[in-house]
């Protein structure tokens, strides 16, 4: 009979409302446990939450000092880079004049050592050929003394008669060579 009891009062018990006892007991369960959370967790979360949001606020004000820190590093760097290649700019075009100057310099030096060479050459022919000119001169004259005297048929060795002789007959010969080259240009 006791089942058929239990039973019977389930079966009078309206299924949509809920028992007064089972509220009653959820609502002391709620209590303790809302409680307990609001006593002991929530207050280790909120210092948690805090300390996290102070590091991530800390984090961010030191990635901003960085930040900052790095673009001033950035820009004085740049800035740096900027005065070296202007540098380089500079002694590259240094170097360039300089250049210049030493290939202008070796041209000059160039020149004035072939304008001796020049004219150490032409000295020295000339002095070739007014040695030549004498030697010929002495020859032609023996040449000349010899020949005159087996013309005359009388000996030419006087030195003095000689001299005149040669002088004479050069003399001759320097006057017939301007007056051929005198009807040449003519």
Request: no cysteine; aromatic share 4%; glycine share 4%.
């Amino acid at each position: 009979m006791d089942t058929a009891v239990i039973l019977a009062a389930e079966e009078s018990h309206n299924p949509l409302l809920p028992v007064l006892s089972e509220v009653i007991l959820a609502l002391i369960v709620f209590a303790i446990i809302f409680f307990v959370v609001k006593k002991y967790v929530a207050p280790s979360f909120e210092k948690t939450f805090a300390a996290r949001t102070e590091a991530i606020e800390g984090g961010l004000a030191a990635a901003e000092t960085k930040q900052a820190e790095a673009d001033a590093k950035l820009a004085e760097l740049e800035k740096q880079l900027a005065d070296a290649r202007h540098e380089a700019a500079r002694i590259r075009e240094e170097a360039r004049e300089q250049g210049a100057a030493i290939v202008s310099e070796m041209r000059e030096q160039a020149q004035a050592e072939s304008t001796r060479i020049v004219d150490a050459g032409k000295a020295q022919i000339e002095a070739e050929r007014q040695q030549a000119v004498t030697s010929l001169r002495a020859e032609v004259g023996n040449l000349a003394t010899g020949l005159a005297g087996r013309i005359v048929g009388e000996s030419l060795e006087d030195d003095a008669r000689q001299s005149r002789v040669v002088e004479r007959f050069l003399a001759e010969l320097e006057t017939a060579e301007a007056s051929d080259a005198a009807g040449k240009d003519a």
